[in-house]
């Protein structure tokens, strides 16, 4: 048998892990001294309200190799293999903290994707995992698969506020303040290397959405698979956002607006909006 283990950046509900057959180990949210588990002890709409309502800023820390070796220990003694989809090495040490659970678990059947991305990035990949195993692919022909899908995996996302950024240590309290003044709206997106950088400078909300319909008309979804709409906490942003695409082609349907989780949205704040495809070869 193939597992499917991630961790909870991708954002699947435990409904969708259920019904996917996908095991998701937990990062940790700390609100100053409580510390919560994301998906497990904190729940998306939560977070958010926790996030507005309290005056500490969360930060996130990623699974202990333990956590992996669990699961990595109980597939061994199984005979079964695993293909683990994890966030970005440049995000977060989960990659890292799982590779020396492999090493701990000496097992060879273990088969580790660093997918370069988060969230919704995530998602697309695990959706093609599931997909693969059950068409019968081993781990490794899955694991190869997924090492040359993620190269196409295209985010593009606008900020609603630069409050998070400062506040989190990516952007200077002034820079921070002559964006606010200036109404700007950066857009962001997840490097070839893993990293989240600042694509555009956009004042406006107006400007940032053309400009997000834009970008994606020069980098063009690939139609065989689904075009996700992303938000955080307000989805109303995502809706205007859906109906400009449609307006040059691209469908995405309200059941595939997806609210981004704590592990990312801790950085980002709420109002941020976006979209996350597989970009055409």
């Not at 700007?184 to 909300?205: E, L, R, S, W």
């Not at 992303?230 to 400009?244: G, K, Q, S, V, W």
């Not at 595939?256 to 070869?281: C, K, M, Q, R």
């Amino acid at each position: 048998m193939i597992r499917i283990l991630t961790d909870s950046a991708c954002d699947l509900s435990a409904q969708e892990l259920e019904h996917y057959g996908i095991t998701a180990v937990p990062l940790s949210i700390h609100f100053g001294e409580t510390v919560y588990r994301d998906g497990v002890t904190l729940e998306k709409d939560r977070f958010y309200e926790l996030l507005r309502e309290s005056e500490e800023f969360p930060k996130t820390s990623q699974p202990s190799p333990s956590d992996f070796e669990s699961h990595f220990e109980e597939a061994k003694r199984a005979g079964d293999e695993v293909v683990a989809v994890l966030i970005s090495s440049a995000l977060s040490g989960t990659y890292q903290g799982a590779q020396i659970a492999k090493t701990m678990a000496d097992y060879d059947k273990i088969y580790l994707v660093d997918s370069l991305t988060a969230t919704v990035g995530e998602r697309l990949l695990l959706l093609e995992a599931v997909k693969l195993r059950d068409a019968g692919k081993s781990a490794a022909e899955i694991a190869e698969a997924l090492e040359a899908l993620k190269k196409r995996i295209t985010i593009w996302a606008c900020l609603d506020t630069l409050e998070y950024l400062y506040k989190g240590g990516r952007l200077s309290r002034t820079a921070a303040g002559i964006g606010t003044l200036a109404n700007m709206k950066p857009i962001i997106t997840v490097t070839g290397d893993g990293n989240v950088a600042v694509h555009k400078k956009c004042i406006g909300q107006k400007r940032s959405m053309e400009q997000l319909v834009r970008l994606t008309e020069g980098k063009r979804p690939d139609p065989a698979y689904p075009l996700f709409g992303l938000y955080t906490y307000d989805r109303a942003n995502c809706a205007a956002l859906a109906a400009r695409m449609a307006e040059n082609g691209f469908s995405i349907p309200e059941t595939d607006f997806l609210n981004v989780g704590p592990s990312i949205g801790s950085h980002i704040g709420t109002g941020a909006y976006g979209v996350a495809y597989i970009a055409a070869e």
